[in-house]
């Protein structure tokens, strides 16, 4: 499969990501040799999987969030602290999604196999512990409490997410707060504290410190709903991995939650969609179509694109009410709408 970098038209030049980014270019640069650094291990397989993990790329939005909330805060920049947090979230990241794509059974990620199905799933999560011991190793090492009780409140929020969602797979009633519960701990929880740490480090007074956590929250909210449409809207080739993944899964996201709420009770199709949740080994492609058709027709797609839509409203206006202006607050401001238009 190709990436969606490849996929980009010749000559429409940076894509959204790198224009946002522009503004911490160097920064980043810092993190990604720092990243490159801290995978290497004696240890012949875990470097390899981990380097099949970080070639893989990815947004690197988290680590972007942590630079520019302390970047936009416009105080100190103790810069070693704040790259050694930053490929540390990075590290979590990589850690969770090498897990999360053994507990899904994903073969494809990024337009590539995901390390279970190139290496097995017990090397796989092998290999996340070692990333995530590496991070909290990498955080540890720079001495700072603060950045240290955050990562661990993300973790555990992580944790407990998908440990909530796995016991949702399956369960047609599964409710827009269930979902919200789910999300904001196991995606926006995990942003909010990577703006909260950068705040931080910066030296930022604890109301800006709380805007910006505040931020993260709903930024993080409306990224894992864009990435749930995605799901179930998003073209393979450009996404990297296969179409209604998740309804394949048995969970219910929120475009499914909320056109599945609208069927009348009396509809045969509800009855098919709840048999497929519960046993989603009897959906066939052209099931999994006409799902994809009634999401659009019950308004799915809609009610969930609008509720990202209010969140990165909200996400602005938290930050234009209490951050200075400056290119670094434009850019965070930029990361809001990117996580909603983005197309993988
Ligand atoms: C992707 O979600 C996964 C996450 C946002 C979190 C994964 C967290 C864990 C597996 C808990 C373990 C945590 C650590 C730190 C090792 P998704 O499945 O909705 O998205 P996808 O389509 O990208 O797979
Ligand atoms: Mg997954």
Same mark, same amino acid.
């Given at each position: 499969m190709t990436t969606a970098a490849q996929n980009r *038209?010749?000559?429409?030049?940076?894509s959204p990501e790198e224009r946002f980014l522009s503004t911490v270019h160097e920064e980043m640069a810092a993190v990604a040799s720092l990243l490159d650094d801290e995978?290497?291990?004696?240890v012949r397989s875990a470097y390899e999987i981990s380097g099949h993990t970080l070639r893989?790329?990815?947004?690197?939005l988290r680590p972007a969030a942590l630079i520019l909330s302390a970047r936009s805060v416009g105080r100190d920049f103790p810069a070693q602290m704040i790259y050694a947090s930053s490929a540390a979230v990075e590290l979590i990241h990589m850690a969770s999604l090498i897990h999360d794509d053994v507990v899904d059974g994903a073969e494809s990620r990024r337009g590539r196999p995901t390390a279970n199905a190139a290496f097995g799933n017990q090397i796989s999560v092998l290999v996340g512990d070692y990333l995530l011991a590496k991070s909290i190793y990498l955080a540890a090492r720079e001495g700072h409490m603060d950045v240290i009780r955050i990562f661990s409140k993300v973790t555990v929020g992580l944790s407990e997410g998908e440990v909530l969602q796995i016991t949702m797979r399956g369960n047609p009633d599964t409710t827009e707060q269930t979902y919200f519960d789910i999300i904001g701990r196991k995606t926006a929880g995990f942003i909010s504290g990577c703006c909260e740490i950068g705040g931080l480090l910066a030296g930022a007074d604890r109301p800006v410190v709380d805007a910006l956590a505040e931020y993260g929250q709903n930024l993080g909210l409306a990224f894992q709903i864009a990435d749930d449409l995605l799901d179930f809207q998003g073209d393979p080739v450009v996404t990297g991995k296969p179409r209604c993944s998740d309804l394949r899964e048995g969970k219910m996201t929120l475009p499914l939650i909320a056109a599945y709420r609208r069927l *009348?009770?009396?509809s045969a199709f509800k009855v098919r969609v709840s048999g497929w949740i519960q046993n989603p080994d009897a959906l066939s492609e052209t099931d999994a179509e006409a799902v994809r058709r009634m999401i659009e027709e019950y308004g799915g797609y809609e009610t969930a694109r609008q509720a990202a839509v209010d969140l990165v409203d909200k996400a602005r206006h938290q930050l234009e009410a209490s951050v200075p202006p400056s290119p670094y607050r434009d850019s965070l401001a930029a990361l809001a709408s990117y996580s909603l238009g983005r197309d993988h």
């Open positions: *038209p010749a000559g429409t030049g940076a995978i290497r291990s004696e893989a790329g990815g947004k690197r *009348p009770a009396s």
